[in-house]
Antibody, heavy 120, light 107 residues
Framework: QVQLVESGGGVVQPGTSLRLSCAASGFTFSSYGMHWVRQAPGKGLEWVAVISYDGRNKYTAQSVKGRFTISRDNSKNTLYLQMNSLRAEDTAVYYC?????????????WGQGTLVTVSS | DIQMTQSPASLSASVGDRVTITCQASQAISNYLNWYQQKPGKAPELLIYDASNLKTGVPSRFSGSGSGTDFTFTITSVQPEDVATYYCQQYNTLPFTFGPGAKVTIK
């Protein structure tokens, strides 16, 4: 069965960096687009970034553009989110999600999330 | 960006009631509209894709309809396990955007 397991979250100070990982199993990782979606405490869902199956196409939300980078290593079945210049407003649970197709459509499976807290 | 609105923001229903949530897009999105369920403390799960298609394994009491800018999500006979927040989401245009959510509770 499809499994997505995020890791790398924690408490960091404003202005620092963090890299999240999402380990995928139960499907052919290299065939599907992947996303990051976040949820601030007590708030709704916010899409963050998407990467195509081969890593050649990437899009990020304006709120994180220039600070966050999505990437993937298909040899390791792992998705990444490099987060730089972190701000208090980046505090959230970060979910990775599998796309239904090779580029982007809907998110048919989600991980359990990893909490990132940005605080001094 | 396409803005998504949902109504109502919250509702309380009795077991067996019919529950309806609406979602409106700020511009036409064809049928590129999905519905997710998020139970308390859990990750979201896909229920309905492309406005009206039920994901395999999702109970048939859940349904969706609509096209263009106006969409509807229905639970025909709400059950205690349906307590959750329901989000609509468009993928017609990047960036993908979610509605603010509709919280369903049981009386």
């Amino acid at each position: 069965q499809v499994q997505l397991v995020e890791s790398g979250g924690g408490v960091v100070q404003p202005g620092t960096s963090l890299r999240l990982s999402c380990a995928a199993s139960g499907f052919t990782f290299s065939s599907y687009g992947m996303h990051w979606v976040r949820q601030a405490p007590g708030k709704g869902l916010e899409w963050v970034a998407v990467i195509s199956y081969d890593g050649r196409n990437k899009y990020t939300a304006q709120s994180v553009k220039g600070r966050f980078t999505i990437s993937r290593d298909n040899s390791k079945n792992t998705l990444y989110l490099q987060m730089n210049s972190l701000r208090a407003e980046d505090t959230a649970v970060y979910y990775c999600a599998k796309d239904y197709i090779s580029t982007y459509s809907y998110f048919d499976y989600w991980g359990q999330g990893t909490l990132v807290t940005v605080s001094s | 960006d396409i803005q998504m609105t949902q109504s109502p923001a919250s509702l309380s229903a009795s077991v067996g009631d019919r529950v309806t949530i609406t979602c409106q897009a700020s511009q036409a999105i064809s049928n590129y509209l999905n519905w997710y369920q998020q139970k308390p403390g859990k990750a979201p799960e896909l229920l309905i894709y492309d406005a009206s298609n039920l994901k395999t394994g999702v109970p048939s009491r859940f349904s969706g309809s609509g096209s263009g800018t106006d969409f509807t999500f229905t639970i025909t006979s709400v059950q205690p396990e349906d307590v959750a927040t329901y989000y609509c989401q468009q993928y017609n245009t990047l960036p993908f955007t979610f509605g603010p959510g509709a919280k369903v509770t049981i009386k």
